[in-house]
């Protein structure tokens, strides 16, 4: 066996041993309706009430007229209550008042149009990074490839990959490995490997043995 399908909406169901809410985790990817809400394979998204709200919920702002993206890679885990605030959240800040008079309707709108409303691009995130408890992300920002961003974080710069970010706002705390190491983990991107070459070097992957990771087979 390779791992599980990556279209299985409930991955926890399968499992053998004992476990309170097999439903509590999603492979997100499944759940997503929206064009502008793009998630790779085996993200997935962990909440012990209603995951499966994810999209409307914990993505609040991103609308089916809104001009920006959110794009979540692969093999990226959410832990409960991870929020994205996309750029439709922003107010105009260039006048007397901020507030959006144009998405009231009822003759408003022809008084404010919605394309004056300032929209700061996508948000973007890489492949294996971990989102804690509660984290929150704010309009545009880009979060590099094997990032950890931890509990209770409102992320409002970009966050480089392989470094560790926390606070509000949040700030980096470390990263994960020197530059050599993190330059070749991001030349290998084993997140785009075949599943049965990932399934193979699951021991690798999960260790700390470049050599090994760079000549896997």
Not at 37 to 46: A, E, F, K, M, R
Not at 79 to 88: K, V
């Amino acid at each position: 066996m390779y791992g599980p399908d990556p279209k299985t909406r409930y991955p926890f169901e399968k499992l053998d041993y004992a476990l309170e809410d097999k439903k509590r985790c999603i492979f997100l990817k499944n759940f997503i309706t929206k064009k502008n809400l793009i998630v790779g394979d085996y993200t997935y998204y962990d909440e012990p009430k209603g995951p499966e709200n994810f999209e409307k919920k914990n993505v609040p702002y991103l609308h089916d007229f809104s001009k920006e993206k959110l794009i979540i890679g692969k093999f990226c885990s959410l832990a409960t209550g991870t929020t994205f605030i996309t750029s439709s959240a922003n107010h105009k800040l260039d006048g007397f008042s901020t507030y959006p008079f144009g998405l009231m309707g009822q003759g408003w709108e022809k008084k404010q149009n919605l394309s004056e409303l300032p929209n700061k691009g996508d948000n973007i995130v890489g492949n294996d990074v971990w989102f804690g408890y509660y984290s929150t992300i704010m309009p545009a920002v880009k979060i590099g490839d094997g990032a950890i961003i931890a509990a209770n974080s409102v992320v409002t710069k970009d966050v480089p990959s392989y470094s560790i970010v926390g606070g509000n706002p949040a700030k980096i705390i470390r990263m994960r490995f020197d530059d050599k190491t993190i330059n070749e983990l991001l030349k290998i991107q084993w997140w785009h490997w075949p599943k049965e070459k990932i399934t193979r070097n699951i021991p690798i992957i999960i260790s700390l043995d470049l050599e090994k990771l760079r000549n896997a087979r």
